[in-house]
C-alpha cells in the first residue's frame, strides 16, 4: 500500500499536492470531501471516506458552502445539531459507486469515550459498532474498513471491529496532509 494521507476538510491548495502518490483518506464525511469529489476522483489511487452514520445531512437540508474546519463542524454538530457541513446519504451513495472509491466506518456517534470503565468502555464500543454496522446496512453499503475517530486506538476496539468483520483498520499511523504544505 502506498503511504496513508489523513485529510478532512478539503482546501484548494491540497489539490496542487501528487495525491496519486497516496492512499487517500477522508475523515467524518464534510461537505467540502463530496465538492470536491469530481475533482479527487482524477487521482487514480485508492481512496476511503470515513463516516460517522449518525453524522450525516438529511436529503432535504441545505449544505454550507463555507467548508469550517473539522472541529469547528463538530461544534455545530454537537452544541446545535447542525448537519450543514457534513455530506448526504446520496452523495455516501454516489461515493461509494466511484472507482478507487471506498467507504468506511467512523462510529456512529463520534464521541470520545474517555473516563469510563472497562467494562463501560465495552459495551459503549460494541454498541456504537453495531448501530454504526446497521445503518450502513440500511443505506445498503457494505463496509470493510473503519477509522478511530480522533485516532483513539484501543485494542478492545480493534477486537470488536474485527469480529464484527472490519479488515482495514486505520488509525494515528497516517501522515496528515498538513504535513505536506
Not at 495525491?19 to 483518506?25: A, F, G, I, M, P
Not at 454537537?78 to 446519504?89: L, S, V
Not at 473516563?115 to 463496509?143: C, H, P, R, W
Amino acid at each position: 500500500m502506498k503511504p496513508v494521507l489523513m485529510i478532512h476538510e478539503i482546501r484548494e491548495w491540497m489539490l496542487e499536492l501528487p495525491l496519486e502518490n497516496y492512499t487517500l483518506t477522508f475523515d467524518d464525511g464534510l461537505y467540502s470531501q463530496y465538492y470536491y469529489f469530481e475533482h479527487l476522483k482524477k487521482f487514480a489511487t485508492e481512496k476511503y471516506f470515513f463516516i460517522s452514520t449518525n453524522i450525516v445531512c438529511p436529503e432535504d437540508h441545505e449544505q454550507s458552502l463555507l467548508f469550517p474546519s473539522c472541529s469547528e463542524a463538530h461544534d455545530l454538530y454537537f452544541k446545535a445539531h447542525n448537519t450543514e457541513n457534513y455530506m448526504k446519504w446520496s452523495q455516501i451513495q454516489e461515493i461509494a459507486n466511484s472507482e478507487h472509491c471506498h467507504i468506511g466506518g467512523h462510529s456512529h456517534f463520534h464521541k470520545r469515550p474517555d473516563g469510563v470503565s472497562l467494562e463501560s468502555l465495552y459495551q459503549y464500543l460494541k454498541n456504537d459498532t453495531e448501530l454504526m454496522l446497521n445503518e450502513f446496512a440500511k443505506q445498503g453499503i457494505k463496509i470493510d474498513s473503519f477509522c478511530y475517530p480522533y485516532n483513539k486506538q484501543y485494542i478492545l476496539y480493534e477486537e470488536i471491529l474485527k469480529t464484527s468483520g472490519l479488515k482495514l483498520i486505520f488509525g494515528d499511523q497516517r501522515i496528515a496532509i498538513e504535513d505536506l504544505k
